[in-house]
């Protein structure tokens, strides 16, 4: 029996859907923490690209330092906290390390897709009398929306995959299949956790990449 064929038994075994090391409740977990740190990332990063992207000051430095911080492994940025007060926090080393990953793509695809809002559509709607405020959330957030949504799929998508190294902090999560089949030195379960990963992630994918194209024509910008 190869490993493809033994995963597929491992995957269509009813044993493995249930109970508390079971798929289900694996793949809710997983679900979860991505959606926590999707909510946790798009708070903290997205009014300031907004903000930025509406003054156009400020933005180029806030995005070169958020982006900095993709040279540093998530990993080792969990492990570092850890060995900080925040490890005694239950999930709390995973949800900083994951919200710290996510935050680039969001703060990068929303603070450019504010900037490329046409300058004479914002021109018109000040000499009409507009406020900053109702320029920010009428206008340029509507235009903007696109690439914002952009952010927050590649956020998302990224985040699916990288949540598995909740499994190293004791966390829950699709990642405890794969190290469950590690410790049992069991490849088709390290295997078939990377599967629904990998189909967590498309699946993901998809919906984000729907979401996008049901936007309404007028806040798409024109080619």
Known sequence: MNTLTATWHWLADPAHWTGDDGIGHRLLQH???TVVCLVVSCAVA???ALVLGHLGKGGALAVNISNAGR???TFAVLVLLLLTPVGRWGEGPTVVALVLFAVPPLLTNAYVGMREVDRSVVRAARGMGMTGRQLLLRVELPLALPMVLNGVRIAAVQLVATATIAAL???GGLGRIITAGFNLASTPQVVAGAVLVAV????VEALFET???LIPRRTRPSR
Not at 200 to 203: D, E, K, R, S
């Open 200 to 203: 967590f992630a498309l699946i």
């Open 211 to 213: 979401a996008e194209r």
């Open 71 to 73: 040279a540093v492994p």
């Open 31 to 33: 679900l979860v923490l």
């Open 169 to 171: 902090a004791g966390g």
């Open 46 to 48: 997205l009014p300031v």
